[in-house]
């Protein structure tokens, strides 16, 4: 840069989701692809141990399914 300094920049991802329960299929349509992603969601977090945060919304209602 010409003589200033440069400015650096942090960035934080949040990988997160929010779960709408029956918003655009059946509960058990929608409760399948939770488990899916579920599953592949934790597979994430064994294989990639750096990898340890995902926000669920503050949602309560994947747990009770």
Not at 15 to 26: A, F, I, M, S, V
Not at 58 to 65: A, G, N
């Amino acid at each position: 840069m010409t003589g200033k300094e440069e400015k650096k920049f942090k960035f934080h991802f949040i990988p997160n989701t929010h779960w709408d329960r029956e918003w655009l299929y059946d509960f058990q349509e929608t409760r399948m692809f939770l488990v899916e992603f579920m599953d592949k969601l934790l597979d994430i977090f064994n294989q990639y141990p750096e990898y340890k945060t995902y926000l669920l919304d503050s949602q309560t209602v994947p747990i009770e399914d």
